[in-house]
T-cell receptor, first 112, second 113 residues
Framework: EDKVVQSPLSLVVHEGDTVTLNCSYE??????LLWYKQEKKAPTFLFML????IEKKSGRLSSILDKKELSSILNITATQTGDSAIYLC????????????FGTGTRLQVFP | DAGVTQSPTHLIKTRGQQVTLRCSPK?????VSWYQQALGQGPQFIFQ???????QRGNFPDRFSGHQFPNYSSELNVNALLLGDSALYLC????????????FGSGTRLTVV
């Protein structure tokens, strides 16, 4: 059965810290991996990764995919209180529906 | 450019009742997927609609049904509500096969009492 596992489940840090969130997957016929940030309701898109080893970067956030290890990491440097959210990892399967298979998410809390 | 719009934002229903949730996709998107997110969990795929037809279904009972209209908007219907149906229901729109990711709506928070 397809599975996406995120770790840690929860993380509490202080502003300025750097955090690394992990996502591993057991999905047949992997196509791409996506990271989303969910603050209250709507998950907002962060990154889509399709090629192994290529880093995607946006400001203080970056992510890398390792297809050999079937995993991805999301790094956030110099964290701010506004980074507090649930970070969701999802894998897309290359069939006609492109459905997303989500992990349970990592809840990040950043305190001043 | 309007994003994905869902209505209502919140809903309280009694066990056994029926509910209809609505979704308007982002402009230019032709595919609508529905997800259920229980508290503390990641979203779970319910089903996807394209060209007014259900293309694939997740592991949800027949009490969950849907519809897509010619303007690409969609409805999710849940019959015979159970307490366990309480969750955030998210709608996501996309362009089928384009692999450009999904845009999510803000969801409908359904509480069954």
């Amino acid at each position: 059965e397809d599975k996406v596992v995120q770790s840690p489940l929860s993380l509490v840090v202080h502003e300025g810290d750097t955090v690394t969130l992990n996502c591993s997957y057991e999905v047949t016929n992997f196509r791409s991996l996506l990271w989303y940030k969910q603050e209250k309701k709507a998950p907002t898109f962060l990154f889509m990764l399709t090629s192994s080893g290529i880093e995607k970067k946006s400001g203080r956030l970056s992510s890398i995919l390792d297809k050999k290890e079937l995993s991805s990491i999301l790094n956030i440097t110099a964290t701010q209180t506004g980074d507090s959210a649930i970070y969701l990892c999802a894998v897309v399967k290359p069939n006609n529906t492109d459905k997303l298979i989500f992990g349970t998410g990592t809840r990040l809390q950043v305190f001043p | 450019d309007a994003g994905v719009t869902q209505s209502p934002t919140h809903l309280i229903k009694t066990r056994g009742q029926q509910v209809t949730l609505r979704c308007s996709p982002k402009s230019g998107h032709d595919t609508v997927s529905w997800y259920q997110q229980a508290l503390g969990q990641g979203p779970q795929f319910i089903f996807q609609y394209y060209e007014e037809e259900e293309r694939q279904r997740g592991n949800f009972p027949d009490r969950f049904s849907g519809h897509q209209f010619p303007n690409y908007s969609s409805e999710l219907n849940v019959n015979a509500l159970l307490l366990g149906d309480s969750a955030l229901y998210l709608c996501a729109s996309s362009e089928l096969g384009q692999n450009r990711g999904y845009t999510f709506g803000s969801g409908t928070r359904l509480t069954v009492v």
